[in-house]
Protein backbone atom coordinates (compact mmCIF):
# COMPACT_ATOMS: atom_id res chain seq x y z
CA UNK A 1 0.00 0.00 0.00
CA UNK A 2 1.00 3.39 -0.39
CA UNK A 3 1.59 6.10 2.29
CA UNK A 4 -1.66 8.03 1.55
CA UNK A 5 -3.44 4.32 1.13
CA UNK A 6 -2.19 3.36 4.43
CA UNK A 7 -3.11 6.69 6.07
CA UNK A 8 -6.54 6.56 4.44
CA UNK A 9 -7.11 2.97 5.64
CA UNK A 10 -6.27 3.91 9.04
CA UNK A 11 -8.75 7.08 9.07
CA UNK A 12 -11.64 4.40 7.84
CA UNK A 13 -10.54 2.14 10.42
CA UNK A 14 -11.96 4.90 12.71
CA UNK A 15 -15.26 5.62 11.27
CA UNK A 16 -16.80 3.09 14.22
CA UNK A 17 -14.96 4.37 17.03
CA UNK A 18 -15.82 7.33 19.53
CA UNK A 19 -15.65 10.99 17.97
CA UNK A 20 -12.43 11.95 20.26
CA UNK A 21 -13.18 15.76 19.66
CA UNK A 22 -16.02 18.19 19.85
CA UNK A 23 -17.19 17.32 23.63
CA UNK A 24 -20.00 15.01 23.04
CA UNK A 25 -17.87 11.78 24.39
CA UNK A 26 -18.71 11.96 27.69
CA UNK A 27 -16.27 9.29 29.26
CA UNK A 28 -12.88 8.23 27.72
CA UNK A 29 -11.87 11.34 26.12
CA UNK A 30 -10.39 14.72 27.04
CA UNK A 31 -11.02 17.79 24.65
CA UNK A 32 -9.84 21.59 25.55
CA UNK A 33 -11.30 22.51 22.06
CA UNK A 34 -7.73 24.11 21.78
CA UNK A 35 -6.86 22.96 18.37
CA UNK A 36 -3.28 24.57 18.84
CA UNK A 37 -2.99 22.59 21.80
CA UNK A 38 -3.48 19.39 20.03
CA UNK A 39 -1.34 19.72 17.33
CA UNK A 40 1.61 20.94 19.16
CA UNK A 41 1.05 17.89 21.76
CA UNK A 42 0.46 15.80 18.03
CA UNK A 43 3.94 17.48 16.47
CA UNK A 44 6.05 16.15 19.96
CA UNK A 45 4.18 13.18 20.66
CA UNK A 46 5.83 12.09 16.78
CA UNK A 47 9.08 13.73 17.49
CA UNK A 48 9.89 11.68 20.33
CA UNK A 49 8.24 8.76 19.43
CA UNK A 50 11.22 6.27 18.90
CA UNK A 51 13.17 7.73 21.79
CA UNK A 52 13.69 5.45 24.74
CA UNK A 53 12.47 6.10 28.48
CA UNK A 54 14.67 2.73 29.61
CA UNK A 55 17.80 4.62 30.30
CA UNK A 56 17.30 8.36 31.06
CA UNK A 57 21.54 8.57 30.78
CA UNK A 58 20.76 7.50 27.20
CA UNK A 59 17.97 10.25 26.65
CA UNK A 60 19.00 12.58 29.38
CA UNK A 61 16.09 15.29 27.30
CA UNK A 62 13.62 12.55 28.86
CA UNK A 63 14.80 12.76 32.06
CA UNK A 64 14.87 16.79 31.94
CA UNK A 65 11.14 16.36 30.72
CA UNK A 66 10.32 14.21 33.68
CA UNK A 67 11.88 16.70 36.24
CA UNK A 68 10.37 19.51 34.46
CA UNK A 69 6.56 18.14 35.02
CA UNK A 70 7.33 16.96 38.15
CA UNK A 71 8.78 21.06 39.18
CA UNK A 72 5.27 22.17 37.63
CA UNK A 73 3.02 19.88 39.02
CA UNK A 74 5.00 20.22 42.60
CA UNK A 75 3.35 23.84 43.94
CA UNK A 76 0.17 22.89 41.94
CA UNK A 77 -0.03 20.21 44.87
CA UNK A 78 1.55 21.93 48.11
CA UNK A 79 4.39 19.32 47.91
CA UNK A 80 7.10 20.62 50.13
CA UNK A 81 10.72 20.92 48.50
CA UNK A 82 11.79 17.59 49.04
CA UNK A 83 9.11 15.66 47.06
CA UNK A 84 9.79 13.63 44.00
CA UNK A 85 7.77 12.31 41.08
CA UNK A 86 8.20 9.82 38.30
CA UNK A 87 6.03 9.89 35.15
CA UNK A 88 3.97 6.99 34.42
CA UNK A 89 2.38 4.94 31.49
CA UNK A 90 -1.27 6.48 33.08
CA UNK A 91 -3.37 6.37 36.53
CA UNK A 92 -3.60 2.67 36.49
CA UNK A 93 0.33 2.44 36.37
CA UNK A 94 0.61 5.74 38.82
CA UNK A 95 -2.03 3.34 41.51
CA UNK A 96 -0.34 -0.06 40.63
CA UNK A 97 3.43 1.22 41.82
CA UNK A 98 2.17 3.50 45.25
CA UNK A 99 0.37 0.09 46.35
CA UNK A 100 3.84 -1.73 45.22
CA UNK A 101 5.86 0.77 47.02
CA UNK A 102 3.57 0.61 50.32
CA UNK A 103 3.79 -2.88 50.27
CA UNK A 104 7.70 -3.49 49.89
CA UNK A 105 8.56 -0.58 52.57
CA UNK A 106 6.34 -2.16 54.75
CA UNK A 107 7.22 -5.53 54.07
CA UNK A 108 4.46 -7.39 56.33
CA UNK A 109 2.74 -11.15 55.94
CA UNK A 110 -0.53 -10.54 54.37
CA UNK A 111 -0.53 -7.05 53.51
CA UNK A 112 -3.91 -5.12 53.19
CA UNK A 113 -5.20 -1.60 52.41
CA UNK A 114 -8.54 0.15 53.43
CA UNK A 115 -10.28 2.22 50.56
CA UNK A 116 -13.66 3.85 50.06
CA UNK A 117 -16.08 1.30 47.85
CA UNK A 118 -15.63 4.56 45.61
CA UNK A 119 -12.28 4.17 44.81
CA UNK A 120 -10.93 3.15 41.05
CA UNK A 121 -10.97 -0.68 40.07
CA UNK A 122 -7.15 -0.21 39.79
CA UNK A 123 -6.60 -0.74 43.47
CA UNK A 124 -8.01 -4.13 43.04
CA UNK A 125 -6.02 -4.42 40.12
CA UNK A 126 -3.21 -3.78 42.32
CA UNK A 127 -4.80 -5.93 45.32
CA UNK A 128 -4.83 -8.63 42.93
CA UNK A 129 -1.36 -8.05 41.17
CA UNK A 130 0.29 -7.85 44.39
CA UNK A 131 -1.55 -9.92 46.61
CA UNK A 132 -2.65 -6.86 48.59
CA UNK A 133 -5.64 -7.45 50.36
CA UNK A 134 -8.10 -4.70 50.18
CA UNK A 135 -10.70 -3.90 52.24
CA UNK A 136 -13.26 -1.42 50.64
CA UNK A 137 -15.46 0.39 53.34
CA UNK A 138 -19.06 1.86 52.34
CA UNK A 139 -19.31 5.41 51.69
CA UNK A 140 -21.76 7.55 52.83
CA UNK A 141 -24.82 7.07 50.65
CA UNK A 142 -26.13 10.76 50.54
CA UNK A 143 -22.89 12.20 50.06
CA UNK A 144 -21.20 9.00 48.38
CA UNK A 145 -17.88 10.58 50.69
CA UNK A 146 -16.03 8.20 52.55
CA UNK A 147 -16.59 7.93 56.03
CA UNK A 148 -13.27 8.42 58.54
CA UNK A 149 -14.69 7.04 61.16
CA UNK A 150 -15.27 3.43 59.23
CA UNK A 151 -12.16 3.90 57.47
CA UNK A 152 -10.11 4.22 61.00
CA UNK A 153 -12.40 1.15 62.04
CA UNK A 154 -11.30 -0.93 59.57
CA UNK A 155 -7.72 0.20 59.57
CA UNK A 156 -7.80 -0.82 63.36
CA UNK A 157 -9.18 -4.30 62.52
CA UNK A 158 -5.90 -4.50 60.30
CA UNK A 159 -3.37 -3.37 62.91
CA UNK A 160 -0.43 -4.61 61.56
CA UNK A 161 -1.26 -6.08 58.34
CA UNK A 162 -2.22 -2.51 56.75
CA UNK A 163 0.09 -0.72 54.58
CA UNK A 164 -1.89 1.43 52.64
CA UNK A 165 -5.01 3.83 52.87
CA UNK A 166 -6.29 5.65 49.83
CA UNK A 167 -8.99 8.43 49.02
CA UNK A 168 -10.11 9.74 45.80
CA UNK A 169 -10.01 13.58 44.92
CA UNK A 170 -12.66 13.07 43.47
CA UNK A 171 -14.01 9.15 42.47
CA UNK A 172 -14.30 8.10 39.02
CA UNK A 173 -17.84 7.27 39.50
CA UNK A 174 -19.93 10.07 41.22
CA UNK A 175 -17.35 12.92 40.89
CA UNK A 176 -16.85 14.10 44.60
CA UNK A 177 -14.17 14.70 46.98
CA UNK A 178 -12.91 12.38 50.26
CA UNK A 179 -12.56 14.10 53.55
CA UNK A 180 -8.86 13.99 52.95
CA UNK A 181 -8.08 15.17 56.10
CA UNK A 182 -9.50 12.85 58.72
CA UNK A 183 -8.65 9.88 56.97
CA UNK A 184 -5.45 10.95 56.44
CA UNK A 185 -4.83 12.14 59.69
CA UNK A 186 -5.81 8.48 60.77
CA UNK A 187 -3.64 6.46 58.63
CA UNK A 188 -0.71 9.39 60.20
CA UNK A 189 -1.66 8.28 63.78
CA UNK A 190 -1.31 4.37 62.44
CA UNK A 191 1.87 5.02 60.95
CA UNK A 192 1.08 4.17 57.57
CA UNK A 193 0.89 5.99 53.79
CA UNK A 194 -1.90 7.74 52.53
CA UNK A 195 -2.59 8.28 48.69
CA UNK A 196 -4.79 10.74 47.23
CA UNK A 197 -6.01 9.42 44.13
CA UNK A 198 -5.81 13.04 41.63
CA UNK A 199 -6.43 10.86 38.33
CA UNK A 200 -9.07 12.47 37.51
CA UNK A 201 -8.99 15.56 39.30
CA UNK A 202 -5.53 16.49 39.65
CA UNK A 203 -5.46 18.92 36.56
CA UNK A 204 -8.84 20.25 37.49
CA UNK A 205 -8.99 21.17 41.18
CA UNK A 206 -6.06 23.53 41.60
CA UNK A 207 -8.14 25.91 39.85
CA UNK A 208 -11.05 25.20 41.41
CA UNK A 209 -12.87 27.11 44.19
CA UNK A 210 -13.19 23.37 46.04
CA UNK A 211 -13.00 24.79 49.69
CA UNK A 212 -11.49 22.30 51.93
CA UNK A 213 -7.19 20.83 51.85
CA UNK A 214 -7.03 17.63 49.56
CA UNK A 215 -3.53 17.07 48.96
CA UNK A 216 0.22 17.70 50.05
CA UNK A 217 -1.16 20.31 51.95
CA UNK A 218 -2.93 17.85 54.42
CA UNK A 219 -0.32 16.10 56.93
CA UNK A 220 0.38 12.78 56.24
CA UNK A 221 -0.60 12.32 52.56
CA UNK A 222 2.10 10.62 51.73
CA UNK A 223 2.18 9.54 47.67
CA UNK A 224 -0.35 11.47 45.12
CA UNK A 225 -1.38 10.42 41.24
CA UNK A 226 -2.79 12.57 38.77
CA UNK A 227 -3.19 11.88 35.02
CA UNK A 228 -1.61 14.47 32.73
CA UNK A 229 -3.27 12.66 29.79
CA UNK A 230 -7.00 13.47 31.79
CA UNK A 231 -7.73 16.80 32.32
CA UNK A 232 -4.13 18.56 31.10
CA UNK A 233 -5.64 17.43 27.85
CA UNK A 234 -2.25 15.79 26.85
CA UNK A 235 -2.22 12.42 24.30
CA UNK A 236 -2.86 9.56 26.25
CA UNK A 237 0.06 7.69 27.83
CA UNK A 238 0.85 10.10 30.88
CA UNK A 239 0.52 10.05 34.72
CA UNK A 240 2.41 11.70 37.50
CA UNK A 241 3.26 10.16 40.84
CA UNK A 242 4.23 11.96 43.66
CA UNK A 243 5.54 10.70 46.61
CA UNK A 244 6.33 13.22 49.96
CA UNK A 245 9.96 12.63 50.06
CA UNK A 246 12.99 10.39 48.15
CA UNK A 247 12.66 7.70 51.05
CA UNK A 248 8.76 6.93 50.68
CA UNK A 249 9.54 6.53 46.69
CA UNK A 250 12.47 4.03 47.52
CA UNK A 251 10.82 0.58 47.18
CA UNK A 252 9.59 1.89 43.70
CA UNK A 253 12.38 1.30 42.26
CA UNK A 254 13.03 -2.18 40.81
CA UNK A 255 17.00 -3.38 39.34
CA UNK A 256 18.36 -6.65 38.81
CA UNK A 257 21.30 -7.53 37.97
CA UNK A 258 20.18 -11.54 37.79
CA UNK A 259 20.78 -12.08 34.05
CA UNK A 260 23.83 -11.31 31.31
CA UNK A 261 22.66 -8.58 29.93
CA UNK A 262 22.12 -4.66 31.10
CA UNK A 263 21.40 -4.12 34.64
CA UNK A 264 17.52 -3.63 34.56
CA UNK A 265 17.11 -0.45 36.66
CA UNK A 266 12.87 1.19 36.33
CA UNK A 267 11.71 3.63 38.04
CA UNK A 268 7.76 2.07 36.65
CA UNK A 269 6.44 -1.14 35.40
CA UNK A 270 7.20 -0.85 32.19
CA UNK A 271 11.25 -1.13 31.14
CA UNK A 272 11.28 -0.18 27.18
CA UNK A 273 9.00 3.28 26.84
CA UNK A 274 8.36 5.57 24.50
CA UNK A 275 10.04 9.75 25.15
CA UNK A 276 6.35 10.54 23.01
CA UNK A 277 3.73 10.93 25.76
CA UNK A 278 6.34 12.85 27.85
CA UNK A 279 7.13 15.09 25.60
CA UNK A 280 3.49 15.56 24.15
CA UNK A 281 2.87 16.48 28.36
CA UNK A 282 5.74 18.60 28.32
CA UNK A 283 4.81 20.45 25.68
CA UNK A 284 1.21 20.62 25.80
CA UNK A 285 1.24 21.86 29.59
CA UNK A 286 3.60 24.42 28.22
CA UNK A 287 1.15 25.44 25.78
CA UNK A 288 -1.79 26.09 27.72
CA UNK A 289 -0.02 26.97 30.84
CA UNK A 290 -1.35 28.48 34.05
CA UNK A 291 -3.16 30.85 32.77
CA UNK A 292 -4.80 28.78 30.31
CA UNK A 293 -5.77 26.14 32.72
CA UNK A 294 -7.70 28.65 34.93
CA UNK A 295 -10.06 29.52 31.92
CA UNK A 296 -10.47 25.61 30.99
CA UNK A 297 -11.36 24.88 34.39
CA UNK A 298 -13.50 27.88 35.07
CA UNK A 299 -15.47 26.59 32.44
CA UNK A 300 -15.66 23.57 32.82
CA UNK A 301 -16.70 23.70 36.14
CA UNK A 302 -19.59 25.96 35.25
CA UNK A 303 -21.00 23.99 32.67
CA UNK A 304 -20.94 20.83 35.02
CA UNK A 305 -23.08 23.45 37.64
CA UNK A 306 -25.25 24.40 34.97
CA UNK A 307 -25.74 20.73 33.75
CA UNK A 308 -26.37 19.62 37.48
CA UNK A 309 -28.96 22.10 37.54
CA UNK A 310 -30.81 20.89 34.33
CA UNK A 311 -30.77 17.47 35.65
CA UNK A 312 -32.09 18.94 39.23
CA UNK A 313 -35.16 20.29 37.10
CA UNK A 314 -35.57 17.56 34.97
CA UNK A 315 -38.70 15.30 36.00
CA UNK A 316 -37.19 11.76 36.77
CA UNK A 317 -33.56 12.28 37.17
CA UNK A 318 -31.71 13.79 39.79
CA UNK A 319 -27.71 13.92 40.29
CA UNK A 320 -26.23 11.74 42.78
CA UNK A 321 -24.17 14.00 44.81
CA UNK A 322 -23.35 17.37 44.29
CA UNK A 323 -20.34 17.91 42.28
CA UNK A 324 -17.28 19.03 43.45
CA UNK A 325 -15.37 18.94 40.28
CA UNK A 326 -16.39 18.30 36.36
CA UNK A 327 -17.54 14.47 36.69
CA UNK A 328 -21.65 14.18 37.32
CA UNK A 329 -23.29 10.94 38.56
CA UNK A 330 -26.63 10.97 37.21
CA UNK A 331 -29.60 8.26 38.67
CA UNK A 332 -33.37 8.19 37.53
CA UNK A 333 -36.42 7.40 39.24
CA UNK A 334 -38.49 4.23 38.02
CA UNK A 335 -39.81 5.56 35.51
CA UNK A 336 -37.24 4.75 33.25
CA UNK A 337 -33.81 3.29 33.63
CA UNK A 338 -30.36 4.88 33.04
CA UNK A 339 -29.39 1.90 30.23
CA UNK A 340 -32.29 2.53 27.80
CA UNK A 341 -31.37 6.61 28.61
CA UNK A 342 -27.38 6.13 27.78
CA UNK A 343 -28.82 4.65 24.50
CA UNK A 344 -31.44 7.09 23.75
CA UNK A 345 -28.33 9.77 24.23
CA UNK A 346 -26.33 7.62 22.11
CA UNK A 347 -28.61 7.83 19.49
CA UNK A 348 -28.79 12.01 19.63
CA UNK A 349 -24.88 11.55 18.85
CA UNK A 350 -23.92 11.52 22.56
CA UNK A 351 -22.17 8.78 24.72
CA UNK A 352 -22.56 9.07 28.42
CA UNK A 353 -21.54 5.58 30.34
CA UNK A 354 -23.43 3.68 32.20
CA UNK A 355 -22.52 2.56 35.59
CA UNK A 356 -24.10 -0.47 37.14
CA UNK A 357 -25.33 -0.38 40.75
CA UNK A 358 -22.88 -1.28 43.41
CA UNK A 359 -23.93 -2.67 47.36
CA UNK A 360 -27.07 -0.02 48.11
CA UNK A 361 -25.45 2.30 45.55
CA UNK A 362 -28.09 2.55 42.23
CA UNK A 363 -26.85 2.44 38.78
CA UNK A 364 -26.10 5.68 37.58
CA UNK A 365 -25.03 7.56 34.56
CA UNK A 366 -21.64 9.05 34.12
CA UNK A 367 -20.90 12.28 32.72
CA UNK A 368 -16.96 13.32 32.71
CA UNK A 369 -17.41 16.85 31.42
CA UNK A 370 -14.63 18.80 29.59
CA UNK A 371 -13.85 22.01 28.26
CA UNK A 372 -15.66 21.78 24.75
CA UNK A 373 -18.04 20.41 25.91
CA UNK A 374 -19.34 23.77 27.40
CA UNK A 375 -20.03 25.02 23.97
CA UNK A 376 -22.67 22.71 23.02
CA UNK A 377 -24.55 22.08 26.72
CA UNK A 378 -27.77 23.84 25.73
CA UNK A 379 -27.73 21.00 23.03
CA UNK A 380 -26.72 18.21 25.55
CA UNK A 381 -29.97 19.54 27.87
CA UNK A 382 -32.29 19.53 24.84
CA UNK A 383 -31.15 15.47 23.71
CA UNK A 384 -31.04 14.85 27.69
CA UNK A 385 -35.04 16.26 28.38
CA UNK A 386 -35.56 14.14 24.69
CA UNK A 387 -33.99 10.86 26.13
CA UNK A 388 -35.76 10.93 29.42
CA UNK A 389 -39.21 11.12 27.16
CA UNK A 390 -38.22 8.35 24.72
CA UNK A 391 -37.01 6.10 28.07
CA UNK A 392 -39.69 6.68 29.96
CA UNK A 393 -42.18 5.95 26.89
CA UNK A 394 -40.12 2.70 26.55
CA UNK A 395 -40.26 1.93 30.15
CA UNK A 396 -37.27 0.16 31.75
CA UNK A 397 -36.07 -2.68 30.45
CA UNK A 398 -37.22 -6.02 32.17
CA UNK A 399 -35.24 -9.01 32.99
CA UNK A 400 -37.62 -11.69 33.82
CA UNK A 401 -37.60 -12.76 37.42
CA UNK A 402 -36.29 -16.67 36.16
CA UNK A 403 -33.08 -15.19 34.67
CA UNK A 404 -32.26 -13.25 37.87
CA UNK A 405 -32.26 -15.80 39.86
CA UNK A 406 -30.67 -18.27 37.24
CA UNK A 407 -27.89 -15.54 37.18
CA UNK A 408 -27.87 -15.25 41.11
CA UNK A 409 -27.43 -18.77 41.57
CA UNK A 410 -24.66 -19.59 38.38
CA UNK A 411 -20.96 -20.35 40.00
CA UNK A 412 -18.82 -18.52 37.31
CA UNK A 413 -15.83 -21.01 38.82
CA UNK A 414 -18.40 -23.81 37.42
CA UNK A 415 -19.53 -22.55 34.32
CA UNK A 416 -16.74 -23.95 30.81
CA UNK A 417 -16.72 -22.70 27.32
CA UNK A 418 -19.42 -23.75 26.20
CA UNK A 419 -21.60 -22.61 28.64
CA UNK A 420 -20.35 -18.81 28.42
CA UNK A 421 -21.05 -19.13 24.71
CA UNK A 422 -24.66 -20.13 25.73
CA UNK A 423 -24.34 -17.35 28.15
CA UNK A 424 -23.12 -14.40 25.76
CA UNK A 425 -25.75 -15.47 23.64
CA UNK A 426 -28.57 -14.98 26.06
CA UNK A 427 -27.54 -11.86 26.90
CA UNK A 428 -27.47 -10.67 23.41
CA UNK A 429 -23.38 -10.74 23.03
CA UNK A 430 -23.18 -13.57 20.41
CA UNK A 431 -22.37 -16.98 20.87
CA UNK A 432 -20.67 -19.85 19.23
CA UNK A 433 -17.20 -18.46 19.61
CA UNK A 434 -18.04 -14.90 18.19
CA UNK A 435 -19.28 -11.52 19.67
CA UNK A 436 -21.17 -8.84 18.48
CA UNK A 437 -21.98 -5.86 20.15
CA UNK A 438 -25.47 -4.78 19.60
CA UNK A 439 -26.52 -0.85 18.76
CA UNK A 440 -28.94 -1.08 21.88
CA UNK A 441 -26.96 -2.27 24.94
CA UNK A 442 -29.78 -1.86 27.29
CA UNK A 443 -31.31 -5.32 27.24
CA UNK A 444 -27.21 -6.21 27.71
CA UNK A 445 -26.70 -3.63 30.56
CA UNK A 446 -29.46 -4.73 32.13
CA UNK A 447 -29.13 -8.16 32.55
CA UNK A 448 -24.95 -7.19 33.58
CA UNK A 449 -26.67 -5.06 36.39
CA UNK A 450 -28.22 -8.29 37.47
CA UNK A 451 -25.67 -10.34 37.56
CA UNK A 452 -23.47 -10.56 40.81
CA UNK A 453 -20.08 -8.75 40.52
CA UNK A 454 -18.15 -12.09 40.23
CA UNK A 455 -20.51 -13.33 37.58
CA UNK A 456 -20.40 -10.16 35.93
CA UNK A 457 -16.30 -10.14 35.78
CA UNK A 458 -16.72 -13.56 34.23
CA UNK A 459 -19.10 -13.20 31.55
CA UNK A 460 -17.37 -10.01 30.11
CA UNK A 461 -13.73 -11.48 30.73
CA UNK A 462 -15.58 -14.37 28.39
CA UNK A 463 -16.66 -11.51 26.10
CA UNK A 464 -13.43 -10.21 25.83
CA UNK A 465 -11.29 -13.02 25.16
CA UNK A 466 -13.91 -13.99 22.43
CA UNK A 467 -13.28 -9.98 20.57
CA UNK A 468 -9.89 -11.08 20.49
CA UNK A 469 -9.49 -14.57 19.19
C1 LIG B 1 -8.98 7.46 35.25
C2 LIG B 1 -8.79 7.16 36.70
C3 LIG B 1 -7.87 6.21 37.14
C4 LIG B 1 -7.14 5.27 36.19
O1 LIG B 1 -6.49 5.90 35.21
P1 LIG B 1 -6.11 5.26 33.78
O2 LIG B 1 -5.35 6.38 33.19
O3 LIG B 1 -7.40 4.95 33.09
O4 LIG B 1 -5.29 4.06 34.00
C5 LIG B 1 -7.70 6.08 38.49
N1 LIG B 1 -8.39 6.81 39.36
C6 LIG B 1 -9.32 7.72 38.98
C7 LIG B 1 -10.07 8.50 40.01
C8 LIG B 1 -9.55 7.91 37.63
O5 LIG B 1 -10.48 8.78 37.24
Known amino acids: ?55 PTAFPSLAAMERDLVALARPLFHAPDGAVGTVTSGGTESILLAVQTARD ?80 AAAAARGVRCHVDACIGGWVLPWSPYPDPWDFAVPGVTSLSADLHKYAYTPKG ?28 NS ?28 LVDRTLAATRELADAVRATDHLRPVAEPDASLLAVATDDALDVFTLADE ?77 GLLALAGLGGDGTVAVPERMAPVNALLDAAPPRLREALLVAFLDRLTR
Not at 133 to 158: F, I, K
Not at 272 to 295: E, F, K
Not at 401 to 415: F, G, H, I, N, Q
Open 345 to 421: LSSRGWFVQPQMAFRDLPATLHLTLSAATAGGLDDLVVALRESVDAAVAAGPVVVAPELRAAAASLDPATLDDAAFD
Open 105 to 184: AAAVQRPAMVVPTTAHGAFHKAAHYFGVELVAVDVDPTTMRAVPAAMAAAMDALADRLVLVAVSTPSYAHGVVDPVGPVA
Open 1 to 55: MSDPDVLAHLEALRAHDLPTHGGRTLAYVYDSGLADADAVGRAALASFGATNGLD
Open 238 to 265: VSLLLHRDPALRRAQFFASADWPGYTML
Open 268 to 295: TMQSTRSGGPLAAAWAVTRHIGDDGYRV
